[in-house]
């Protein structure tokens, strides 16, 4: 009796479900089997049928914006497109704990998040566990030109031939100066030390210099800058690990040497982008090593006390010139999205011209259309963007190595440079110990 029942339960149950997908035409199979998807492409504006008149609503996951830009894209977007609602979900400001949340969610096939922002390191390892959509065929329906992009940043978002994300925003370290103290910034680190030790104190700051350098993912950003400026390198073009160097050596050298200066906040080493940003806008620093937005931040007028007395340049350079770390952010669609349509209209339009333009004026993010540099009120935002050179600086940008097991050679490397910030060890057993720990980790 008890078998019988169950069954007809599950016969009842089946139908149903085969029935509400029937309905739908959104059924589980166009997830599972996302080239499907195409068969909703060609409806009215890219909504799904069961919601012509009702809009759909996305969830778009981000990490902390103290800009005004993302708010500023959503409403452009969601005027252009009624249909759509996007809702927000702010994700932690630190890139590794935001990396963790998205693995535990995509890993889990949850459908919460339909589309979301990834870190420029994080393709390889998301496009390798299957958690996005292949972006192709969306690309090739809309007619997309990826040449109008910077190589760099389609580059890094390509993985086994196809492009797993396209480019919002891209990041480059830079370096930010008081011009009512400084007419000149520092050429080279040297120089900075020098300066940072004279001119702290002067129009009320507590600093000379601020910088990242808590352990975690920017860290790494930082020391990077610091080791390409000194010739040196973590994976060279072939793969080889080739980070035991004198030039690493060197470089972590200089690193510690500004780091345990005392013009830098006694608690640097608890210092990432937010606590940069904060001390900066207070007026407590005379120099600081931060990626663009900070110069939206800095001429905030109701957060900042130095509106219109800061400027960007290059960092300074160490013996071999200066280098900026590549960073940035993509926008990925999570493979088990139940709105793959409405997500790339989304996805479309916030990496597209017009939600770049509106992300570059209202939040100082460097566009990764290479033509908004043209544009007069993106020139507007800083100098350094209407400085052709800085598109140099965008285009020379030094990536972080580009591996699926990314996550495990930045966590090495975090834990070898912080031993040498606090003293731990030197700069020469931290190189040793990158060098045999990151080939070990990218031999298995
Ligand atoms: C910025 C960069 C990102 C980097 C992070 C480190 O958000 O865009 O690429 O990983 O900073 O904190």
């Known amino acids: 009796m008890k078998f019988w029942k169950l069954a007809l339960i599950n016969l009842l149950l089946i139908t149903l479900a085969m029935f509400i997908a029937a309905c739908s035409g959104t059924g589980s199979t166009e997830q599972d089997n996302p080239e499907n998807a195409e068969s ?48 927000q979900r702010e994700m932690p400001a630190d890139t590794g704990q935001s990396h963790d949340q998205y693995v535990t969610a995509l890993s889990s096939q949850s459908t919460e998040i339909d589309v979301f922002n990834a870190d420029v390191i994080w393709p390889a390892e998301f496009a390798q566990a299957n958690y996005v959509l292949e972006l192709d065929r969306f690309i090739e329906k809309d007619g997309i030109n990826m040449e109008d992009y910077f190589p760099g ?6 993985f086994n031939g196809k492009q797993w994300a396209m480019p919002q925003f891209t990041d480059a370290g830079v370096f930010y100066y008081r011009t009512d103290i400084v007419e000149e910034p520092p050429k080279t680190w040297d120089e900075l030390i020098k300066m940072a030790r004279e001119l702290k104190g002067e129009a009320g700051t507590e600093h000379g210099y601020l910088m990242q350098a808590a352990q975690y993912e920017g860290l790494i950003t930082n020391a990077i800058e610091f080791i390409a400026s ?22 972590l050298e200089k690193m510690k040497e500004i780091v345990t200066s005392d013009f830098v906040p006694e608690n640097i080493l608890n210092f990432m982008e937010t606590e940069t940003e904060n001390a900066w806008i207070e007026g407590n620093a005379v120099f600081a090593r931060n990626w663009p937005y900070m110069m939206s931040s800095s001429n905030d007028e109701e957060r900042s006390e130095i509106v219109d007395n800061v400027e960007m340049a290059r960092l300074p350079a160490g013996d071999e010139g200066t280098a900026a770390a590549l960073g940035g952010w993509m926008t990925m669609i999570n493979r088990y999205t139940e709105h ?28 990764t259309l290479k033509a908004l540099y043209d544009d007069p009120e993106v020139q507007d935002v800083s100098s350094l963007f209407a400085n052709p050179e800085f598109r140099e600086v965008l285009e020379s940008a030094v990536p972080r190595p580009v591996s699926p ?12 440079i912080s031993k040498v910030l606090t ?19 990218m031999a298995e």
Not at 43 to 72: H, L, N
């Open 230 to 251: 000194y010739g040196g390198e973590v994976v060279d073009e072939n793969n080889n690990v080739v980070v035991d160097s004198p030039e690493t050596i060197k470089a």
């Open 40 to 87: 909703t492409s060609d409806k009215e504006e890219g909504t799904s049928e069961s919601s012509k008149d009702e809009p759909v609503t996305i969830v778009y996951a981000r990490g902390v914006d103290t800009t005004p830009a993302t708010d500023a894209v959503i409403k452009a977007f969601e005027e252009k497109y009624p249909s759509i609602k996007v809702e």
């Open 153 to 158: 940043t389609v580059a890094a978002a390509n």
């Open 405 to 416: 097991i990314y996550p495990e050679v930045s966590d090495i490397m975090q834990i070898e």
């Open 340 to 367: 793959p349509e409405e997500s790339w209209e989304f996805l479309k339009f916030i990496s597209g011209p017009e939600g770049q333009k509106i992300s570059a004026v209202e939040g100082s993010r460097a566009p």
């Open 423 to 441: 003293g731990d060890q030197t700069s020469g057993e931290a190189a040793k110990n990158m060098q045999s720990k990151i080939e070990a980790a």
